[in-house]
């Protein structure tokens, strides 16, 4: 048994676990954020641009035509599990929670909340409304401009652009409509 499986068998439950994959079989209970795949395009472009992973070109056009080649790899790499073999099992077997960004953008407080009642921790609606202040956009951006070296993710990221603020919908005015097209046609929207 490695270090990191005994650290994890040693933690207190409930366990949160956040993962970008498909859940195992073996969870009892899930919960999954879904996003419009358009609005995830656009913001991982803002967030390579600021990390330095792709050439700074204003342009979306360069950014998506390599994306969704394959419609399989697309589901994978721009976040729809919730129909793919590993997960319509885990869903069999496990209580189950699905979670719009848009949702959660349109009342935090409420979703939180949602979510914090179907993980059995149900929190008093201070406590709520103060994580929702916490995580907020605004307040991540100021962190992010008093705070520029505390956050190693970000150290050799460019100062000179900010995280963009969350919103759902925004690829109607970011997104080229042939990118948004292609988008579509690999997710069937």
């Not at 207190?12 to 358009?38: E, F, H």
């Not at 979306?60 to 129909?83: H, M």
């Not at 202040?133 to 401009?145: N, P």
């Amino acid at each position: 048994m490695g270090h990191h499986q005994r650290d994890f068998d040693r933690m207190p439950r409930p366990r949160i676990i956040k993962t970008m994959s498909v859940s195992s079989a073996l969870s009892r209970v899930l919960s999954y954020i879904v996003r419009d795949p358009r609005d995830v395009v656009v913001s991982q472009y803002h967030y390579h641009r600021k990390l330095k992973k792709i050439e700074d070109d204003p342009r979306l056009k360069k950014f998506v035509t390599p994306l969704p080649c394959r419609r399989r790899r697309a589901r994978t790499v721009l976040g729809d599990k919730t129909s793919q073999p590993g997960c319509t099992r885990a869903r069999a077997n496990a209580r189950f929670l699905l979670l719009r960004y848009e949702d959660l953008l349109a009342d935090t407080a409420r979703e939180l909340a949602r979510w914090s009642h179907f993980c059995n921790f149900p929190q008093a609606r201070s406590r709520l409304a103060q994580a929702v202040e916490r995580s907020s956009a605004d307040r991540m951006r100021k962190l992010e401009k008093e705070q520029p070296d505390r956050n190693t993710l970000y150290e050799r990221s460019r100062k000179d652009l900010s995280l963009s603020a969350p919103r759902a919908g925004g690829w109607r005015s970011d997104l080229p409509a042939p990118q948004a097209a292609r988008i579509e046609a690999a997710w069937d929207t």
